[in-house]
């Protein structure tokens, strides 16, 4: 009986490359293997830094989960920080912050930095300022100062649109139109700008746009050179609309990844930048993945990190459910069962199954001898 069990397994092990590799028991195995963020340090690490919006960000994306939603540790954090963020001093201070520089982390700030844009003192508060700077000698931001210029001129096409729309009978209408759109997309890059979010390839884009602009002396065209920058300005509205975006756009190279940016954005909401720093995935990968398998499937990939992702890849969104589902109900297990669970998915196919011929072969040279007969005994004799 045991030399049978002994045979069964040895054939087993023979066949590891069919079960290790493929089918049921290997995506089981790759989903227990992995290992789930934990996003208490991370939280903490921003806390102390101050940055309480991104902290609240971060820990509420994982707060959705049950292994964080009930772990005491978390709740209390999160307590800690929502008071924080509620308290009178710390809104009037994030509200003066963002109507001064033009900057904030917190949403009260950015209206209000926004709001001053709109009515053009952002606008020429900064040219001012710029200007200051030049005068004292000191460096100035070139792509700001183009920010601002491209804002004043979509205030004049605004004001010049308004006032000829009775005569014309409407026909400024587009022009009024292109520049209210142009007004809030170069708000939310003047934003960026300040917070060091705004990549290279879009200053240098800005740049060459307000210099055009600068050339034009009629309104029509003025309106004309904005007009041309509407899709930017509303991938660009897109992410400054989105918590955490500022880190989305600061990831981007050129117009095409910017609109991948805001796409990821749209779907995710406000769990789009966390997604990414958790990840580290490309764009393009993190846009093609929740495109193909839903936002909500990604999310919660998410938490296991790059592989993570990579393993709802290969699996698809029902099987990695099943196979996740199952790995947290074993969690109790500890790490010994996710260490064991780690090595055998990384095991070489074909050790087991030179095990499993050794053992074979072993079976086969310890086999019972059969007895010989008499007749053969004496034959021999």
């Known amino acids: ?62 707060m959705a989960y049950g292994y964080v939603r009930g772990d005491p540790a ?22 003066a912050e963002g109507v001064w520089s033009g900057q904030s982390d917190e949403a009260v700030g950015q209206a209000a930095g926004v709001i001053s844009d709109f009515l053009v003192i952002g606008d020429l508060r900064d040219l001012a300022r710029q200007g200051w700077l030049y005068a004292q000698g000191e460096e100035t931001d070139p792509v700001l100062i183009a920010l601002a210029s491209l804002g004043v001129a979509a205030t004049a096409v605004q004001a010049g649109g308004a006032a000829a729309a009775a005569p014309s009978g409407g026909a400024t209408a587009p022009a009024v139109a292109a520049a209210a759109t142009a007004k809030s997309g170069l708000s939310a890059l003047k934003w960026l700008r300040r917070a060091n979010a705004l990549p290279g390839w879009l200053g240098e884009m800005l740049m060459r746009a307000a210099a055009r602009l600068r050339q034009q002396r009629r309104l029509s065209e003025m309106a004309h050179e904005l007009a041309g920058l509407k899709g930017t300005l509303a991938d660009v509205s897109a992410l400054a609309a989105t918590p955490g975006g500022a880190r989305l756009l600061a990831a ?121 007969s008499k007749t053969e005994a004496n034959l021999a004799g």
Request: proline share 4%; hydrophobic share 50%; aromatic share 6%.
């Open 74 to 95: 978390a709740q209390h954090l999160a307590r800690e920080i929502a008071a924080r963020r509620e308290s009178l001093a710390y809104q009037a201070g994030k509200a």
């Open 252 to 372: 981007t190279t050129d117009a095409a990844s910017l609109s991948r940016a805001a796409r990821l954005a749209r779907a995710h909401g406000a769990r789009a930048a966390v997604l990414q720093d958790i990840t580290g995935a490309p764009l393009a990968e993190s846009l093609a993945l929740t495109e193909r398998m839903g936002p909500a499937a990604v999310q919660r990939a998410a938490t296991y990190g790059r592989q993570g992702l990579r393993a709802l890849n290969e699996m698809g969104v029902a099987r990695f459910a099943k196979y996740s589902a199952r790995a947290a109900k074993v969690a109790y297990k500890g790490q010994a069962l996710r260490l064991a669970a780690r090595w055998l998915a990384t095991l070489p196919a074909w050790l087991p199954s030179l095990a499993g011929a050794a053992a074979l072969l072993l079976c086969w040279l310890t086999r019972p001898r059969r007895r010989a």
């Open 1 to 62: 009986m045991l030399r049978l069990l002994a045979v069964l397994i040895s054939l087993a092990l023979l066949g590891a490359p069919l079960w290790l590799t493929q089918g049921p028991v290997h995506e089981q195995l790759a989903v227990l293997a992995l290992t789930r963020t934990d996003p208490l340090p991370r939280t903490r690490e921003l806390v102390a830094q101050e940055r309480y919006a991104e902290a609240a960000q971060y820990l509420d994306y994982f």
